[in-house]
């Protein structure tokens, strides 16, 4: 079993949709939790980082924790074609270790 | 925000031969950055965490010898594949940590990324 699921889509919604999604994960010991966007044959972007349960919003974007059931997810509101992406979330079990990342989500917004 | 570069962005080379990649933090200072390798539509995979100053610490199946980093400055991390063939045509990635005044944790930030092409 892999440290974090990932749900590889892709994933398409219509412009405006609401975007959900979601990593689930096993090891407990995980207390830092990110999401990274990349676009095509770019480095992944830091989009949100949490610490801990709880949700985290900013502008569009919302992220939630929920260390009871290893769960996390991104909400993307009022999607936009340029929210075309493939997402990726990431978690540590302190500040400064190394990442373990989701294998990503390929997301495609339709205009 | 912080900005970390890469250089070069894509690198086509004969089997054989030695390339290397640079990554730069342009405005902070990373005692740490980071090195990984991401095959088409799968995730990075980390191959080596780099600190300035000392021996970089491979991930596991990681040959040290055959991917070779330096960070020898707080700003430069440089990452040289030796020898190289074709099975190491990949997108390699760096990223640079970036502590936070006061902040609990630390982020990392990505370079754009360098395709290796060994023919």
């Known amino acids: 079993q892999k440290e974090v699921e990932q749900d590889p889509g892709p994933l398409s919604v219509p412009e405006g949709a609401i975007v959900s999604l979601n990593c689930t994960y096993s090891?407990?010991?995980?207390?830092?939790f990110m999401w990274y966007r990349q676009y095509s044959r770019k480095g992944p972007e830091l989009l949100m980082y949490?610490?801990?349960?709880g949700n985290k919003e900013d502008g569009r974007f919302t992220a939630q924790v929920d260390k009871s059931s290893k769960y996390i997810s991104l909400f993307i509101r009022d999607s936009q074609p340029s929210d075309s992406a493939t997402y990726l979330c990431?978690?540590?079990?302190?500040?400064?270790?190394?990442?373990?990342f989701g294998t990503g989500t390929r997301l495609t917004i339709i205009p | 925000g912080a900005v970390v570069s890469q250089h070069p962005s894509w690198v086509i080379c004969k089997s054989g031969t030695s390339v290397k990649i640079e990554c730069r933090s342009l405005?902070?200072?990373?005692?740490?950055m980071f090195w990984y390798r991401q095959f088409p539509k799968q995730s990075l995979m980390l191959m080596a965490t780099?600190?300035?100053?000392?021996?970089?610490?491979?991930e596991q199946g990681v040959e040290k010898d055959k991917f070779l980093i330096n960070h020898a400055s707080l700003t430069l991390s440089t990452l040289t594949v030796t020898s190289a063939h074709p099975e190491d045509s990949s997108f390699y990635i760096c990223?640079?940590?970036?502590?936070?005044?006061?902040?609990?944790?630390?982020?990392?930030?990505f370079g754009p990324g360098t395709r290796l092409t060994v023919l």
């Open positions: 990431a978690m540590s079990v302190s500040g400064n270790e190394k990442l373990t």
């Open positions: 949490t610490y801990s349960s």
């Open positions: 780099s600190n300035e100053g000392s021996k970089a610490t491979y």
């Open positions: 990223s640079a940590r970036l502590g936070l005044a006061g902040g609990v944790t630390d982020t990392q930030y």
């Open positions: 405005d902070f200072q990373a005692t740490t």
């Open positions: 090891n407990s010991a995980f207390q830092y």
